[in-house]
Structure formats: C-alpha cells, structure tokens
C-alpha cells in the first residue's frame, strides 16, 4: 500500500531542503525524498561556501529577491542556532565598463544598496592581496558574504525533522506517475501518493520530468583551493579578504573567498564541459590546476599553492535566470531550477516560495520572470 502525503518535496538539496523546511511549519502531512543524504557533494550544493549579495550585477530584478532571502537565512540561523552567514563584504571587480560592474552599481543605485567605487590604488591600497591593473575598478557592498552551504542544508532538514516532516534519505526516485488530483511517486524502496509534488531535483531534473522538455544543460565545474607560499611577515592577509567577482576579460569571471582555514577558494564563472550528473568526471586535470594557478598569479600578490580541489554542477537555463512555476500539463506539480550558477543565495526564499506554491498560496514575492512559458 501506499503511504500518503499532502505535499512531497522530490531533492533535498539548497531550495528541496528548504521548501520542506517551510513546509514543515504549515501543519501538512510532508515528506521530503532524495536519493543521496544531503548534504552531499554529489550534485550542485557542496564545497565550503557560496557568495550572497545584494548590488546583483546579473539583473537589479532579483534585488528584492535576495533581501528577503536575506531574511530567511537570519531566521533559519536563530531557528537552528547555528551559523549560516559570515559578512566579509563583496567586490566586482573588472573594466569600468565591464558587466559586473556596470551592473553592480546598476543595481545598488536602482535599489539604494550602499557601496563604494573604488579605483585600482585603492583596491590595492585595501587588498594588498589583489593585484588590479592599471584599468580596473572595484564596486564594494558591505552586506555581501559567505553562506555555508552544508550547514544551511542540514539546518533546513533537521528542522524539518523537528516539525515531523518524514525524511526519506538514500532513496532514487524511479519514476513520477501523475493523475488527475495527485501524483504517485515509485521509488526503488516503495510507492507513495501525494496530492502536491515539488520536484527540485537539480541536475537531474529533466530524466525525472523528460516532459516539458525544459532546456537545461548541465555544466561541469571546478572549485580550487590555493594557499600562498610565502610565509614573509609582510604577506598579503588572505583570511580577511571580501568575497569577489572578477571580470578580468569581457565575459571571462573568476570568482573567490577569502581563506577559511584551507587557502583562497576560486573557481570559473561558467566555462565548463557539458556533462551529465551520470558522466560527471570528478577528476581535476593537471592543466586544469595549471591554468588556474595562472591566473592567481596574474591578479593576486600571493606565490599560488595549489592545496586540493573538486568538482560541482551548474544547471543553466539558456537566459540564466530560474525556473520557478507549476508543470505546464499538470498544476499540482511544481517544478524548481534555481541554479544557473547563482541559486544557493536564494534557497531560503525559494523555499518559502515554493512552500508557497504547493499550498496554493500566492507567493510574496514576484516570480514572473522564473515562468517556465518563457521557452
Ligand atoms: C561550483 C558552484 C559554485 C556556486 N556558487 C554559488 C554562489 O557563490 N552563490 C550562489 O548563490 N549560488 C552558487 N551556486 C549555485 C547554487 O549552488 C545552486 O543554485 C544550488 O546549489 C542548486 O540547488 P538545487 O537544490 O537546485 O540542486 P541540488 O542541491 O543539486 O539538489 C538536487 C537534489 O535532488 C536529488 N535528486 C535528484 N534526482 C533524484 C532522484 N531521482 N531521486 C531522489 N533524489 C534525487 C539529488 O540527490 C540532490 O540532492 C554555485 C554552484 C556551483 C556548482
């Protein structure tokens, strides 16, 4: 027989984690499903740390977004006890007239967000450990900083747990059996009947819902730890650096933390191999390694040792902004991709959001542009 619920979260991952999290504060029977145990480093949601940041040079519409995500994560923190956010400040980086930067400072002029514009000698002047050429400014917000993703993740679930939310864990969903007023879910350990499916299922969303043919691709990444061989007294601080994005050539972005105890953590903005959660190689290549190394060389005042690295999933969209909206052919299945490489900031709201959603509630906040319609 099958057990029932009003609502299934299928993907515990950053927004799956988070929408049972909210879920389980609603009263309704909810179970959340994943085929690993979260968190994991199997899909897009691992790896130390993920940038949170408000003057969003991508596009000023996810500004009020990320305030009440924001939000969230203050209360998921005070929930748990545990924390989630390290405010280190954030940086864009590049050309006066790169992207990032045009589009930061669009950002915070169109949503009053504070920062400061600064040029190549004081970057360098406040950041000995960056390395600006001669052209390049910085727009700094003082909000932006540091999610932990790994915990963020096991707060949402063990919350959850909390507020009895059954949790279903080392358990692949096989197939999604859709009928008219429900949704059967077969997994490779049972049956279950839920009257409102959430499916946040990350790189593997379009093998689970193959329809609506949504046009996600998959992209492999590579995350880097460097530390800095020089143990000089006057070697450039690396733990009190902000968070960066760097546009060091038009369209070309590296990305980075400061040193939390294992050296700088940089990787590529996009500019990975297309690849599929099933012919992911986790290996990282020597070139690889080399190139980067390169590259900190080029932009940071610090003799690069690589200390390790790994790999991660980007799912984009062909714009790059989410896919938040109900199933086109079937309304109580709600389908979740906010990722396109800058999603995990947002869990917090999203999961709210789609909380929201499965219980028929109009989401506070404005989705219209994550509308699956738009392809
Ligand atoms: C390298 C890297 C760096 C990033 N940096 C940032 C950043 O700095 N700031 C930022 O905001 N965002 C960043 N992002 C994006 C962000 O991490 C993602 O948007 C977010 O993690 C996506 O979460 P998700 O819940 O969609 O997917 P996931 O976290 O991958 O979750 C999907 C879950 O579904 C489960 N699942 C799939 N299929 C099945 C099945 N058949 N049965 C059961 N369970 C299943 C999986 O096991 C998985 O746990 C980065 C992403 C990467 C990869």
Redo the contacts with the bound molecule.
């Keep these: 027989m099958s057990q029932t619920f009003d609502v299934i979260v299928?993907?515990?991952?950053?927004?799956?984690s988070s929408a049972l999290y909210h879920l389980s504060k609603t009263g309704k029977k909810v179970c959340g499903?994943?085929?690993?145990s979260?968190p994991?480093t199997?899909?897009?949601?691992h790896?130390q740390s993920?940038?949170?940041r408000q003057a969003y040079h991508e596009n000023p519409k996810y500004v009020p977004l990320v305030k009440q995500a924001y939000d969230y994560w203050a209360e998921l923190e005070k929930e748990s006890g545990r924390q989630l956010f390290k405010q280190t400040g954030g940086i864009m980086l590049g050309h006066r007239d790169a992207g990032v930067v045009k589009g930061a400072e669009l950002s915070a002029q169109t949503h009053n967000i504070p920062y400061e514009y600064l040029d190549s000698h004081t970057i360098n002047q406040r950041y000995p450990a960056f390395k600006p050429g001669e052209a390049t400014v910085g727009i700094l917000e003082k909000t932006a900083g540091i999610l932990f993703?790994e915990d963020c993740i096991e707060a949402n679930l063990n919350l959850a747990a909390k507020n009895q939310a059954e949790i279903r864990l080392n358990?692949?969903?096989i197939s999604i059996n859709p009928h008219e007023h429900s949704v059967e879910i077969v997994t490779a350990k049972g049956r279950y009947t839920t009257d409102k499916l959430v499916v946040?299922?990350?790189?593997?969303l379009t093998e689970?819902l193959p329809e609506p043919h949504l046009p996600l691709t998959v992209e492999r990444?590579v995350?880097y730890w460097f530390k800095n061989s020089d143990s000089s007294p006057s070697r450039p601080v690396l733990n009190e650096l902000p968070v960066y994005i760097w546009e060091y050539t038009p369209g070309k972005i590296f990305?980075g933390f400061p040193d939390l105890g294992d050296g700088i953590k940089v990787?590529h903005h996009h500019a990975g191999e297309p690849t599929t959660p099933h012919t992911l190689t986790k290996q990282v290549r020597e070139d690889e390694v080399q190139a980067m190394s390169e590259v900190i060389g080029r932009y940071f005042n610090i003799n690069p040792v690589f200390n390790y690295a790994t790999t991660?999933?980007?799912?984009n969209t062909p714009d790059e902004n989410f896919i938040i909206d109900h199933h086109p052919n079937y309304k109580h299945i709600i389908v979740?991709?906010?990722?396109s490489?800058?999603?995990?900031?947002?869990?917090s709201v999203t999961g709210k959001i789609l909380s929201d959603m499965a219980l028929d509630k109009k989401p506070e906040a404005d989705i219209s542009m994550f509308s699956i319609h738009r392809f």
Aim: hydrophobic letters at 40%.
């Design positions: 299928l993907g515990l991952g950053a927004a799956g499903i994943d085929q690993f979260p994991h199997f899909g897009s949601s790896g993920r940038i949170i993703p358990e692949k969903v946040s299922a990350g790189a593997w689970l990444q995350l990305y990787a991660c999933m980007y799912t979740a991709s906010p990722c490489g800058h999603g995990f900031k947002f869990a």
